[in-house]
């Protein structure tokens, strides 16, 4: 069965300091890897997707970045945080079906100071 | 530009009761809609998948329809249940691309 993971599971950071974010899937192959930020009280936001290694979508320009080093590996990544970078921090997956449902990670919570 | 509405923001009702939440969407050029639960601080579960062609979804005492060309969907959950207390979140496919649009959702208090 696929599982998807994502860590830190919460992260304080101060402003201006680097973040990088880690999301891993497994049992699958080639699958479509999506970033989504929630902020609070307000739905989620997809920052960016990928489909393949190396090719990155971004949806939304802010001073985060993406990268996809491996199939099942996404990380998202900061040279310097702001404090509207807090949020939740979504990671998901899928495979192109007929459905191309969207399977969640655990998330990430992030708190800038 | 996709936009998608829910209503109402937040949900409190008594065990037992039959409840619908609204989701309502600007576009109506959508390959599926999907609604998720999410508990707090937790990542998202798929609940119903509907796609364009299809009315509506069924599963254990969740229905979700969908009316594509007034762009609305409702989401019934019949005899609610403490364990029903979540975030619903509603979130539209385009029909190109890989994009998912969500609603800021519902939350919803299920009192015992």
């Known amino acids: 069965s696929q599982t998807i993971h994502q860590w830190p599971a919460t992260l304080v950071q101060p402003v201006g300091s680097p973040l990088s974010l880690e999301c891993t899937v497994e049992g699958t192959s080639n699958p479509n890897l999506y970033w989504y930020r929630q902020a609070a009280g307000r739905g989620l936001q997809l920052l960016f997707y990928s489909v393949g290694i190396g090719q990155i979508s971004s949806e939304v320009p802010q001073n985060l970045s993406a990268s996809r080093p491996q199939d099942r590996q996404f990380i998202l990544s900061s040279k310097k945080l702001l404090l509207s970078d807090s949020g939740f921090y979504l990671c998901?997956?899928?495979?192109?079906?007929?459905?191309?449902?969207?399977?969640f990670g655990p998330g990430t919570r992030l708190t800038v100071l | 530009k996709q936009e998608v509405t829910q209503i109402p923001a937040a949900l409190s009702v008594p065990e037992g009761e039959n409840l619908v939440l609204n989701c309502s969407f600007t576009?109506?050029?959508?390959?599926?809609l999907q609604w998720f639960r999410q508990d707090p601080g937790k990542g998202l579960t798929s609940l119903l998948l509907i796609q364009s062609s299809q009315r509506e979804q069924t599963s254990g005492r969740l229905n979700a329809s969908l009316d594509k060309s007034s762009g609305r969907s409702t989401l019934y959950i019949a005899a609610s249940q403490p364990g029903d207390s979540a975030t619903y979140l509603c979130?539209?496919?385009?029909?190109?691309?890989?994009?998912?649009?969500f609603g800021a959702g519902t939350i919803l208090r299920v009192k015992s």
């Open positions: 576009d109506s050029a959508i390959y599926n």
């Open positions: 979130a539209v496919r385009q029909v190109y691309g890989n994009k998912l649009v």
């Open positions: 998901a997956w899928s495979v192109l079906s007929a459905t191309d449902t969207q399977y």
